[in-house]
């Protein structure tokens, strides 16, 4: 067997792939600029490196199951001035994840929570995080499922080899008595071990009325959740009403803008 065909074939049974592409093109740049064994080593195991890395963020973020990519550096700050970037952006750090500590996105709907949201989920799979990203009332219907299987184990286990949940829209969708029971129990497991990121409409104070009306319920969820949590508020009118408010102004149509709701309090 020729030389090259067998150092092919070890490259592959020690899994490196971006040595087995890039030997023979690195080994002539090194020849021509003559460059030392090491530098060329060097090189081959630096593209290897990053190739895996890049690979590892991709498989990180396939896993976490985003239904839509969303970039911090797309959000437009300056139309909801009411949300504090320079604070998102050291969140987005992940300071908070080794700490567990939750993340509680408040405002009424349109204003950016979910991209907040899916940006700090991003950038937590970047920095090799393990991250999984629900709405709200899916993850409840895969709790419920998962009881009536008898998998609630395994799937409560599951979720706690996570290191950051995001849980979208909460409080879209009031849920049963059942669901309500197992979201507490997630998320009592949760406590202390895997950072949560929530997104909801609702003041606190409303929290009872998706929890099956089970005021003790609702207040014990919040104690935990509120618990070390940073709290952000965003106030302003929906994005979507301003980009269809514009698009009739520029058609010669008005449109009544809604009344903003009165501030959220934690």
């Given at each position: 067997m020729k030389t090259d065909m067998l150092l092919e074939s070890y490259l592959k049974q020690?899994?490196?792939?971006?040595?087995?592409?890039?030997?023979?093109?690195?080994?002539?740049?090194?020849?021509?600029?003559?460059?030392?064994?090491?530098?060329?080593?060097?090189?081959?195991?630096?593209?290897?490196?990053a190739s895996r890395e890049a690979h590892r963020i991709e498989r990180a973020i396939?896993?976490?199951?985003?239904?839509?990519l969303k970039e911090l550096a797309d959000f437009e700050w300056s139309a909801v001035p009411s949300v504090p970037k320079a604070r998102i952006l050291e969140l987005a750090q992940g300071a908070y994840i080794p700490k567990a500590e939750p993340i509680i996105l408040l405002g009424n709907p349109g204003l950016g929570k979910s991209h907040?949201?899916?940006?700090?989920?991003?950038?937590?799979?970047?920095?090799?995080?393990?991250?999984?990203?629900y709405n709200a009332a899916g993850l409840v219907?895969?709790?419920?499922?998962?009881?009536?299987?008898?998998?609630?184990?395994?799937?409560?286990?599951?979720?706690?080899?996570?290191?950051?949940?995001?849980?979208?829209?909460?409080?879209f969708i009031p849920f049963t008595q059942t669901g309500a029971q197992l979201l507490f129990q997630l998320c009592s497991a949760l406590y202390e071990r895997v950072?949560?990121?929530?997104?909801?409409?609702?003041?606190f104070a409303e929290w009872s009325t998706i929890m099956g009306g089970d005021e003790r319920l609702s207040a014990a969820l919040l104690d935990r959740l509120t618990h070390k949590a940073?709290?952000?508020?965003f106030v302003g009118t929906s994005y979507r009403?301003?980009?269809?408010l514009q698009h009739q102004h520029q058609s010669g149509v008005e449109m009544a803008e809604p009344k903003e709701e009165e501030t959220i309090e934690a």
């Open positions: 020690l899994k490196l792939p971006c040595f087995a592409q890039s030997y023979q093109t690195l080994a002539q740049e090194a020849a021509r600029t003559n460059l030392s064994y090491e530098r060329y080593l060097f090189g081959l195991a630096s593209e290897e490196m396939a896993q976490a199951r985003f239904p839509v907040v949201a899916s940006g700090l989920g991003l950038a937590a799979c970047r920095q090799g995080r393990r991250v999984r990203f219907n895969d709790l419920i499922k998962a009881q009536q299987e008898y998998q609630l184990s395994r799937v409560m286990a599951h979720l706690c080899k996570l290191e950051v949940l995001v849980l979208d829209e909460l409080g950072a949560v990121i929530i997104t909801t409409n609702l003041r940073t709290i952000l508020e009403f301003r980009q269809q």
